[in-house]
């Protein structure tokens, strides 16, 4: 019987080799092309692009965060257009410019009881002024004098514009009537029209910008000659030397009639070795030269702040801050004007003459200050402040007015 021839075996398993499988054949290598780089040093080589674009984006970042910063806190600024259109109705009424380089900031603190100032008293829509202080920056910053005015002194207030347009008359009033009246306007024309000096700018603060600032540079040393049980100013203070606190501190420097004699003499003394004392922090403590420390302080400072057009901006606001930088604390003055009590009204003041002519007249001459510590007696050193200089005054040393320094100790231990 016939069978079927079996099929050739494949080439390699009739040779005995094992089958391999066929290869493409290969292109030759082109000589214009890179050559083609092992997968492991590729990916060592991506780490300094990614570092950089890490450093790229943290630069950015900080650049953007830094903008947020300054935008934010330039936008807490609130600005008084009104008073400037109101003083310029008034130009030719006004004191001449002061000497060149000089100038004069008029402070204001409010008792507005709006906002987040409700808690202090019941809001009857209008405010006084409760501080305010003429700031008198000499033309080569060498020092600064800062002048309180009592609220309760008398003094000749001019005709002013209400907000509602109508017009008060002048008249023979309490010092702190005239921003009730009309707000900065009449209140920087009454300073001229007592001082014969020219306020240049003015910036307002409430009470509740004053305790942010306390609270920014971590509470204001004080010196508490007897302890203070005050309900109405929530003060409870023991003696001596201590840490105020925001409301604590603004209680401390508000109070009138639950410390010492109740007058405002002694308010406003508090109020100024107060101010002293946190002058005498920030700069001690290099919070101006610190960033993380310096943020919250402008951001306490600006958010209750309105100022007028010159210094309405954060970079206007830091000039002026630069330019004091190098002036001592020894030459930083706090003194209230020379005032005796009122001939009608004992619990009113009025000025004490000529002291206080000569006192105007020394500011509006860019002349020094001599001020001594409260009672007479000097602190550490002896006067609290140098002599007035032969090129300012003549070479005549002219007399020292109550008051203190920003480097005096607040207890005036030496």
């Known amino acids: ?38 997968a492991g040093p590729r990916r060592r080589r991506v780490w300094p692009r990614a570092l950089a674009a890490c450093t790229a984006l943290l630069v950015l970042a900080g650049a953007g965060t830094a903008w947020y910063m300054y935008r934010h806190l330039d936008g807490n600024i609130r600005t008084d257009t009104a008073t400037a259109k109101e003083l310029q109705l008034e130009q030719s009424q006004r004191p001449s410019a002061p000497p060149t380089g000089v100038e004069n900031i008029l ?21 006084r002024s409760d501080t305010v202080i003429l700031l008198h920056l000499a033309a080569d910053r060498h020092s600064a004098t800062a002048m309180s005015i009592p609220r309760d002194l008398m003094v000749q207030i001019p005709k002013c514009r209400r907000p509602d347009g109508s017009h008060t008359r002048a008249q023979h009033a309490q010092f702190n009537w005239a921003f009730e009246f009309g707000g900065a306007a009449c209140t920087i024309r009454t300073v001229e029209e007592l001082t014969g000096i020219r306020v240049d700018h003015h910036l307002i603060v409430d009470f ?18 007897h302890a203070v049980h005050d309900k109405d100013a929530h003060l409870d203070l023991p003696a001596g030397r201590q840490v105020l606190h925001g409301e604590q501190a603004l209680g401390y420097v508000r109070a009138r009639h639950g410390i010492g004699d109740g007058s405002d003499t002694q308010r406003i003394e508090r109020q100024q070795g107060f101010l002293a004392s ?53 030459e930083v003055r706090f003194l209230t004007v020379p005032r005796q009590p009122y001939i009608y009204d004992a619990n009113r003041d009025q000025l004490k003459q000529p002291a206080a002519g000569r006192l105007f007249a020394t500011l509006r001459k860019d002349g020094n200050v001599t001020v001594e510590p409260t009672g007479g007696t000097a602190g550490a050193g002896g006067k609290a402040s140098a002599s007035p200089s032969p090129e300012k005054s003549g070479g005549t040393p002219g007399p020292a007015y109550r008051g203190t320094t920003a480097d005096r100790d607040i207890c005036g231990q030496a």
């Open 208 to 225: 509740t910008g004053f305790k942010k600032m306390v609270d920014a540079v971590g509470g204001v040393e004080v010196c508490v000659p």
């Open 278 to 330: 946190l002058v005498k922090k920030i700069r001690s403590n290099g919070v101006l030269l610190n960033p993380v420390r310096l943020y919250p302080l402008l951001d306490a400072a600006t958010s209750s702040l309105t100022a007028d057009a010159g210094l309405d901006s954060l970079s206007e606001l830091y000039d002026l801050a630069r330019s004091l930088q190098k002036t001592p604390t020894s």
């Open 1 to 38: 019987m016939a069978t079927s021839a079996e099929p050739p075996p494949p080439p390699d398993e009739a040779q005995g080799e094992p089958a391999t499988p066929a290869t493409p054949p290969q292109r030759p290598p082109d000589p214009t092309e890179s050559p083609t780089l092992p």
């Open 107 to 127: 402070l204001i603190g409010t008792d507005n009881r709006g906002g987040g100032n409700g808690k202090y008293g019941q809001d009857t829509g209008t405010q």
